[in-house]
C-alpha cells in the first residue's frame, strides 16, 4: 500500500505529506492532552495538516508546489 501511494504522488509529495501528516497528528495530540482540552477530531487534524502544508509549499521548488496544491485541491 506504501509503495504504491509513493509510486502514485512521486517520490519527494509522498515524504512532504507522510512527514507533515504525522506532524499534524503530534500537534494535535498535544492539544489534546497538554494544552486545550480539546476532543479527538479529524477536521482539526485535517485544519493542522492544512495549515502546515501551505508553510511547506513556501518552501519547495515551483513544479512540487503545483504538484501539492493540485493534491491538496483533491482532499
Same mark, same amino acid.
Do not use: P
Given at each position: 500500500?506504501?509503495?504504491t501511494a509513493?509510486?502514485?504522488?512521486?517520490?519527494?509529495?509522498f515524504?512532504?505529506?507522510? /512527514?507533515?501528516?504525522?506532524? =499534524? /497528528?503530534?500537534k494535535?495530540?498535544n492539544? /489534546?492532552?497538554?494544552?486545550?482540552?480539546?476532543?479527538l477530531s479529524?477536521?482539526?487534524?485535517?485544519l493542522?495538516?492544512?495549515q502546515?502544508?501551505?508553510?511547506?509549499?513556501?518552501?519547495?521548488? =515551483?513544479?512540487?508546489?503545483?504538484? /501539492?496544491n493540485v493534491?491538496l =485541491? =483533491?482532499?
Amino acid at each position: 500500500m506504501i509503495i504504491t501511494a509513493r509510486a502514485t504522488f512521486g517520490n519527494a509529495i509522498f515524504w512532504e505529506i507522510v /512527514i507533515v501528516a504525522l506532524w =499534524s /497528528i503530534w500537534k494535535h495530540r498535544n492539544s /489534546i492532552i497538554f494544552f486545550y482540552g480539546e476532543s479527538l477530531s479529524f477536521n482539526k487534524w485535517r485544519l493542522y495538516f492544512f495549515q502546515e502544508m501551505s508553510l511547506v509549499t513556501l518552501r519547495v521548488k =515551483s513544479g512540487l508546489k503545483d504538484k /501539492i496544491n493540485v493534491c491538496l =485541491s =483533491s482532499m
